[in-house]
């Protein structure tokens, strides 16, 4: 992968802010009008107030305000510059039915390469009006507040073995996330250390997991800075990108699948729905009457979607009003794959999300790219029960599709074609914390 560099991290200074889980946040995307409000309320230097600032602080503007407030959380020293370059074992530590799994990555300054051209390679499609966002934000406080999270091949995980025996002593920095996962960072100054890490690295590529739209604002404001003939000292510079790297044949990896919940379809009926779904696939119905049996009906759905996606490609499906789900169990990959009309290699086109957009969502719903263009008639969620309780609700949710993960060995086989996946595809968990490790720009 490019070059990663130690770099003088700014943090919150223990001494002002000895709680980090208090001040820091899940990312920018992730934050809502209700979170907003949440964080702002749980601390009155809680980094909310420079990632995703409220419009109303400041006549100047939201992105004024935070660059105002970075400046003056410096200045007051409720965040402190490192004395010296480190690189930063970073570990989330996580809850799941098996027992904790933990996710052990570091975080560095990356040499910045044009995306898609390098050897950091994108995995999804990016939309132009976050980069204009994210590019405002870096403008004006001319720091790096979030990370990209990028993942690397290491089989044998020499690295690993180097940030285990970093992460033997107790940690420098500790905070929970809104979800209860614990994150845990260490800082690493020994100059022999940090070579062995670069010298490791340096014959190995990079995929971009999270933040591609931090990446390429990254990108373009480098472009920006070099025609305005700005030059900075150090390994804080607009040439590189704060970005935390993540072995991806490590145990510690999770990925959670995407659910399409729809709403405000015209004539929407479920019936209509599964006869005309029945031409691609094959479909499994769950019938109950009582909550009980609801209750049960989920419970094998969500088993069958798991054993079935091993195979093919399949949905689950929870329709307001209905007295039964559904599984859609794809009959035939080729001739499903044949409707995903995009010149890209069958492996794309036979990705799940594709095939229920091409073949489900578009032709039955009338749910297409422009409707996705302008975010209307779709909501993205997480959690499956969320998504089938707001598809069963008194809400505007009339259907909520369940969809398996991505798998890892899909990953890399698209990104090896040059291919990126749809947006809001790939859920890795947990988030990286925002607020943990910040880098402010060391121009001349």
């Known amino acids: 992968m490019p070059k990663v560099y130690p770099f003088r991290g700014l943090r919150y200074n223990p001494a002002k802010v000895p709680d980090l889980t208090k001040v820091t946040t899940q990312p920018y995307d992730r934050i809502g009008p209700e979170l907003q409000d949440e964080y702002y309320r749980r601390h009155p230097h809680n980094i909310v107030r420079i990632i ?63 995306p898609g051209k390098g050897r950091v390679h994108p995995h999804e499609e990016t939309h132009s009006g976050p980069k204009v ?39 420098d920095l500790e905070a929970k996330d809104d979800l209860g996962e614990t994150h845990r960072v260490w800082r690493v ?45 150090g390994t804080e510079t607009f040439e590189n990108v704060l970005a935390t790297a993540v072995n991806m044949d490590d145990e510690g990896m999770t ?40 209750a049960s009906a989920r419970r094998e759905l969500l ?57 489900i969502l578009e032709p039955l719903l009338g749910i297409g790219p422009e409707q996705l263009k302008a975010e209307r008639n779709v909501e993205y969620v997480r959690d499956v029960h969320e998504a089938i309780g707001k598809a069963r609700g008194e809400g505007k949710h009339q259907v909520a599709f369940l969809v398996n993960p991505v798998k890892l060995s899909q990953i890399r086989k698209i990104v090896a074609k040059g291919e990126r996946f749809p947006q809001k595809t790939t859920d890795f968990y947990p988030k990286l914390l925002t607020g943990l490790l910040l880098c402010k720009l060391n121009f001349t």
């Open 52 to 114: 995703r600032t409220k419009e109303e602080s400041d006549p100047a503007g939201k992105y004024a305000t935070s660059a105002r407030t970075l400046e003056e959380w410096i200045r007051d020293g409720i965040l402190m510059q490192e004395s010296k370059p480190c690189l930063y074992v970073y570990y989330q530590i996580s809850k799941t039915p098996e027992g904790e799994k933990t996710r052990k990555g570091f975080t560095a300054m990356v040499r910045l390469e044009e």
């Open 133 to 171: 966002d994210r590019f405002q934000l870096l403008s004006a406080t001319r720091a790096h507040t979030e990370q990209v999270f990028l993942l690397y091949s290491d089989p044998e995980k020499r690295v690993n073995r180097i940030l285990d025996s970093i992460a033997a002593r107790p940690p």
């Open 189 to 233: 100054m020994d100059p022999a250390t940090i070579a062995q890490i670069q010298k490791d690295l340096e014959s190995r590529d990079a995929i971009i997991a999270d933040g591609h739209h931090r990446y390429e604002t990254a990108w373009n404001f480098r472009a920006e800075m070099l025609k305005q003939g700005k030059k900075c000292e």
């Open 255 to 294: 990925i959670f699948g995407t659910h399409r919940l729809c709403y405000d379809v015209p004539n929407f009926e479920p019936a209509r729905l599964v006869e005309a779904a029945g031409r691609f696939f094959d479909v499994r119905p769950y019938p109950f009457d009582t909550d009980a049996e609801e």
């Open 303 to 359: 088993e069958d979607l798991r054993i079935e996606g091993m195979e093919k490609p399949c949905f689950g499906v929870a329709a307001k009003g209905a007295k039964e789900y559904f599984l859609f169990v794809v009959r035939d990959v080729k001739a499903a794959a044949a409707r995903v009309k995009v010149g890209k290699s069958e492996d794309w086109r036979s990705l799940d999300v594709n095939l229920l957009h091409s073949v």
